[in-house]
Structures are given as structure tokens and as C-alpha cells.
């Protein structure tokens, strides 16, 4: 089992800069691939980023390209999100997720999901 906790959400003006951190607990998080997630009021989960055991696998969502940042510190066993130049449209519940793999950054098909932080970027 794998206990994921997010921290860093909060309120930022449109522009600004957020991290958000994801530490893990009950196993080692080099074995695990970690994602991030969100979720806007009445609207599905959406894939935002992800990184394997080393940030030579990430992958993106297009509309975060070049503004997030996704990475890890397996030493720590801690995940982070940079999110920089923030949107209205960024405005969600962020969630960090696990799934047994190392060597990619998937999508989908996470098995372990943390409660999530609020995200609000006002205009």
C-alpha cells in the first residue's frame, strides 16, 4: 500500500506561481511512477502531468506544456507539481497518484490516489 498526501494548494492571482508537493508513506516511491491530476467543479479528472523514476520520462498535457513542471525527490519520497503563469481555467482539485511502473510516465491506470488540495487562480 501507498498513502499519498498533497500539500501547496491554495489562492493565487492569474499570473502567479503555485508547488504542489506529494509526499508519499508505506513504500518506497522510486518503485512508482507518479502523476497529477485535476478536477473543476462538474467536470471529469483530467490527466495534467507525470514522471517515472527519473525525470527522463514526463509527459503533459497539452494545455499545461511549458508552464508546469513535474518532479521527484525519491530521497524524500515526494512528488511536486511547478505550476507557473497560472489560469482561471487551472482552477481545480489537484490529486498525485502512484501506479507500479518506473520506466514511463502513464496517463492512465494509477492504483494509488492521494485526497487532492484545492487549486484557485482568480482572474
Known amino acids: 500500500q501507498v498513502q499519498l498526501v498533497e500539500s501547496g494548494g491554495g489562492l493565487v492571482q492569474a499570473g502567479g506561481s503555485l508547488r504542489l508537493s506529494c509526499e508519499a508513506s508505506g513504500r518506497m516511491l522510486s518503485r512508482y511512477a507518479m502523476g497529477w491530476f485535476r478536477q473543476a467543479p462538474g467536470k471529469e479528472r483530467e490527466f495534467v502531468a507525470a514522471?517515472?523514476?527519473?525525470?527522463?520520462?514526463?509527459n503533459y498535457a497539452d494545455s499545461v506544456k511549458g508552464r508546469f513542471t513535474v518532479s521527484r525527490d525519491n530521497a524524500k519520497n515526494t512528488a511536486y507539481l511547478q505550476m507557473n503563469s497560472l489560469k482561471p481555467e487551472d482552477t481545480a482539485v489537484y490529486y498525485c497518484?502512484?501506479?507500479?511502473?518506473?520506466?514511463?510516465?502513464?496517463?492512465?491506470?494509477?492504483?494509488?490516489w492521494g485526497q487532492g488540495t484545492q487549486v484557485t487562480v482568480s482572474s
Open positions: 497518484a502512484a501506479k507500479n511502473v518506473v520506466l514511463v510516465a502513464p496517463t492512465t491506470g494509477y492504483d494509488y
Open positions: 514522471i517515472g523514476w527519473t525525470a527522463s520520462y514526463t
